[in-house]
């Protein structure tokens, strides 16, 4: 196996011109697998037997929470490589996660609330769920603030790549809380060793939407990248011809 | 279509959940666009400044 894909990662003009390629890419299926989704999940799905109509908020809290975790990985796993192989792009990609992250997570936690009060009685619980959320919001806020508390980037980089990584163990204590402990909070119908435990007319929407979320990350994620990168490269010639193109 | 948009009573519910939700997929384009204009605008400032002091 050659590792030259990987060398070329590092480069910031590759990356720059390869995100911008393929931005429209994620955009657009994303695009149609939310309005499918939502179509899907709003009009299309049968109400819950339990729930009736009220379990309809499934569709924007599942993919919230998913968001949530999934662009914390990510950023925890680009702080890595940043921090292993002293590679700039791999900050600049997890410095471009966690504003995105960190708002899905407070979507996650206001719909979840919006969930809880007509079903649990309550809009906020302190159970193991809720609690590892708004930790994981509170990382998210951290990493952000020592970020902008430290001027220089490489710096702000290492420290900021160090958080990140150390909270990524908030990640699997958020999804194996609700069978770890005793919450309020349902385990799993989708994510889980077995069969989805929902029939299909009400999961084919939630996975298009799940989807649809994941690709809409990746579009937001490389124009952020790409601004990310033209502020770190000072210097460089690539970008006279960048941004005087247009 | 009343039906529809009374959600069985979860209207107060369901409606500003999807909104939350929509307000933070929306914003985080916005905010994403605005970056990179910002940073786009930055670098070519940075590179006028710096042809200025070389002529």
Known sequence: MTWTWFHRLGSPPYVYALAERLTPWFAWPAALLIVGGLWGGLVLAPPDYQQGDGFRIIYVHAPSAWMSLMVYTTMAVAAAVGLIWRMKVAHAVAASCAPIGASFTFAALVTGALWGQPMWGTYWEWDPRLTSELVLLFLYLGYMGLRAGIEDTQRADRASAVLAVVGVVNVPIIHYSVTWWNSLHQAPSVMRLDKPTIPASMLVPLLMMLLGFTLYFAAILLVRLRAEILSRERAASWIRAEVFAT | ?55
């Not at chain 2, 914003?27 to 994403?32: E, K």
């Not at chain 2, 400044?49 to 002529?55: F, H, I, N």
Request: proline residues 2%; charged residues 25%; aromatic residues 12%.
């Open chain 2, 1 to 55: 279509m009343r039906a529809f948009f009374d959600m069985g009573g979860y209207a107060a519910f369901v409606w500003p959940a999807y909104a939350v939700t929509l307000a933070v997929v929306i914003l985080n384009i916005v905010w994403a666009r605005r970056a990179l204009v910002r940073a786009r605008a930055e670098a070519r400032r940075r590179l006028d400044v710096r042809a200025g002091e070389k002529s």
